[in-house]
């Protein structure tokens, strides 16, 4: 009995240490898999510094002037080719984000007019009607559910006495798209109605 449970205990303890290992080695394989998203870093265009002209005062030689337009330039054709290729970059960007944002406003535009399709195809088709058989009144004599079946005949509604229990029941069978209009209309002939159906 006592090498029973020892056998017992000893192979719940091992059962542990392996269900042990076996999380430990698991939660270490997960979190080498997470890596952080890749960075994209997008290159920045160097700004041009801004040449500075100097405010010739009110008389100045001829010949500054052309040494000056000679300067510029001369600045002009040494623009480095990497503010070049910089430039070209942002066009490039730009065109780029341009012709998605064309892609998306031609995929919202079919969308709308399904939509607008959906709707005109709704607005056409008719509501269709269903068919309730409505209860107007429970009498104990025959006489009265007559009576009752003839107004409900007058307004326009076919119906039945149905006798259940000792009781003559008036329903009425009605044809419509929107119930709740016909029972408001019952409603205020006949006092409460059932919808039986």
């Not at 449970?5 to 059962?15: C, D, E, F, N």
């Not at 709704?122 to 007559?146: D, L, P, R």
């Amino acid at each position: 009995m006592k090498k029973e449970r020892l056998v017992v205990l000893i192979g719940t303890l091992v059962a542990i240490i392996f269900f042990y290992l076996g999380f430990n080695a698991w939660l270490k394989n997960k979190e080498e898999k997470i890596t952080p998203p890749p960075v994209v870093i997008k290159p920045q265009p160097k700004e041009i510094p801004k040449q500075v002209e100097p405010t010739p005062p009110a008389e100045k030689p001829k010949e500054e002037k052309s040494t000056e337009q000679k300067v510029k330039v001369e600045e002009k054709k040494e623009l480095p080719k990497e503010e070049k290729k910089a430039e070209k970059f942002i066009k490039e960007r730009i065109k780029e984000e341009k012709e998605p944002q064309k892609k998306e406003e031609k995929v919202e535009k079919a969308v709308e007019e399904k939509i607008k399709e959906e709707k005109r195809q709704e607005k056409t088709t008719k509501v269709k009607s269903k068919t309730y058989i409505v209860q107007v009144g429970a009498f104990s004599s025959m006489e009265n559910a007559q009576k009752a079946l003839r107004k409900a005949k007058s307004l326009g509604y076919k119906g039945v006495i149905v006798e259940e229990g000792g009781l003559y029941k008036v329903r009425l069978k009605v044809i419509t798209a929107d119930i709740n209009k016909d029972l408001g209309k019952l409603k205020s002939h006949f006092g409460s109605v059932l919808v039986k159906r």
